[in-house]
């Protein structure tokens, strides 16, 4: 039976992450759809260019906590349960690939930045917070949320690696996860590389046409 509990969360990690919050907050408050205009990813930075911050710092804060819960619930409770650092290691991207491809809107998702924030927040919060810290850094001096999310994958990794030992225990299976999450995250953001090439990706608090209030 306790093989069993190790699936069962991670499935409901997967289920948790499927919940696109980009998609339910503009509903809920009456803005259009954020997969129709802007990038047309349902994610806090899109839903930014509707022109409603409330909306986008909802999204934002959801979206992490969708990633952060399960993997602190393993954290705080797994260990009578059997759920050791390989379950917090599969939840954890679990959540994540959710976000990516939920069940609840077609596979449709955004590209995991806040939820996969929110990851390495249950994981460790100094993790979390040097990590959101390298995103704010690039963002604010550059204004380009795609190469803060860039930056922030690549060093994330390196983080967990370079300071294991020291503000926590460096575990191979979680390791390998933060891994996948910033390859996906890279690979999720192809088309924004591509733009910022060429410069024409979109700057941070540029409105959207066709963004605003939903018919």
Known sequence: MNALYPILAT???????????????????????????????????????????????ATLVLDALKGW???????????????????????????????????FFRFQGGKGVATA????????GWLGLATALTWVIIAFFFRYSSLASLVSAVFAPLYYVLFGGVLW??????????????????????????????GKESRLGKKAPGAGKGG
């Open 69 to 103: 819960l399960p993997v602190a619930l393993v954290h705080w409770f797994g260990r009578p349960w059997g759920l050791g650092d390989g379950t917090l290691a599969a939840v954890g991207l679990a959540a994540f690939l959710g976000h990516l491809y939920p069940v």
């Open 169 to 198: 225990y460096a575990e191979a299976p979680v390791t390998a996860a933060i891994v996948a999450m910033g390859l996906l995250l890279i690979w999720r953001h192809r088309e924004n590389i591509k733009r910022l090439m060429a």
């Open 11 to 57: 499935l409901a990690a997967y289920l948790i992450g499927s919940l696109s919050f980009a998609v339910i907050v503009s509903r809920i408050m009456g803005l259009n759809d954020p997969r129709t205009y802007g990038s047309g990813n349902p994610g806090a930075t899109n839903v930014l260019r509707s022109g409603s911050k409330p909306a986008a710092i």
């Open 117 to 124: 924030l929110g990851v390495l927040l249950g994981i460790s």
